[in-house]
């Protein structure tokens, strides 16, 4: 079955530093990529997608890019500020499939002034 | 934008009691989805629909009913709320951007079983 790994949080960073968030999935099919991220209090909401291998999806300074030969779509944002403490879910849904999502487990990102 | 809504937003019930939590989308997105949070868990997925009066479980669906007799409307429905189901609980429609079926959730229904 199709599988979804995020890294552990919390991830604590101090603002305007790098961040990565890694993902890897398993998947049977050819999936398409997700993230997603959830503000406090808020449901979750789409921050970025790729749906072939090599494709880069990116937003609000977010970029995260296909790689179908590690199994990976890691999340990254050059300077971090405080408004991107939030939770980052990774996930894949597969192309004319079941139409069912799986999510990873969440990484919480905490970002200090 | 998909426009979904939930309500109630918050409801403090007592074990044994039955609770329903409706979900309401603008749009007529054939794909909806409930989805509990729990620390720990991430999002787990109850139930959800392909259409009218079309469900099918998820992966934590013991304890939970659906239906869905409306395009718009998912209902998901504790028949006698336990102690183990107080969760925040989203819905999603799916929408198709792209050629990917992307997921937009509601604010969630914050449910605390007494």
């Known amino acids: 079955g199709n599988s979804v790994t995020q890294m552990e949080g919390p991830v604590t960073l101090s603002e305007e530093a790098f961040l990565t968030i890694n993902c890897t999935y398993t998947?049977?099919?050819?999936?398409?990529l997700f993230w997603y991220v959830q503000y406090p209090g808020e449901g979750l909401q789409l921050l970025l997608k790729a749906t072939k291998a090599d494709d880069k999806g990116s937003n609000k300074g977010f970029e995260a890019t296909y790689r179908k030969e590690t199994t990976s779509f890691h999340l990254e944002k050059g300077s971090v500020q405080v408004s991107d403490s939030a939770v980052y879910f990774c996930?894949?849904?597969?192309?004319?499939?079941?139409?069912?999502?799986?999510f990873g487990r969440g990484t919480s990102l905490i970002v200090h002034p | 934008d998909a426009g979904i809504t939930q309500s109630p937003r918050h409801k403090v019930t007592e074990t044994g009691t039955p609770v329903t939590l409706r979900c309401h989308q603008t749009e007529n997105h054939r794909y909806m989805y409930w989805y509990r949070q729990d620390p720990g868990h991430g999002l787990r997925l109850i139930h959800y629909?392909?259409?009218?009066?079309?469900?099918d479980k998820g992966e934590v669906s013991d304890g939970y009913s659906v239906s869905r007799s409306k395009t718009e409307d998912f209902l998901l429905t504790l028949e006698s709320a336990t102690s183990s189901q107080t969760s925040v609980y989203f819905c999603?429609?799916?929408?198709?951007?792209?050629?990917?079926?992307?997921?937009?959730f509601g604010a969630g229904s914050r449910l605390t079983v007494l």
């Open positions: 999603a429609i799916g929408t198709d951007g792209s050629g990917a079926n992307v997921l937009t």
């Open positions: 998947a049977t099919g050819y999936p398409s």
């Open positions: 996930a894949l849904s597969e192309s004319g499939g079941s139409y069912i999502p799986t």
């Open positions: 629909s392909y259409g009218v009066k079309d469900t």
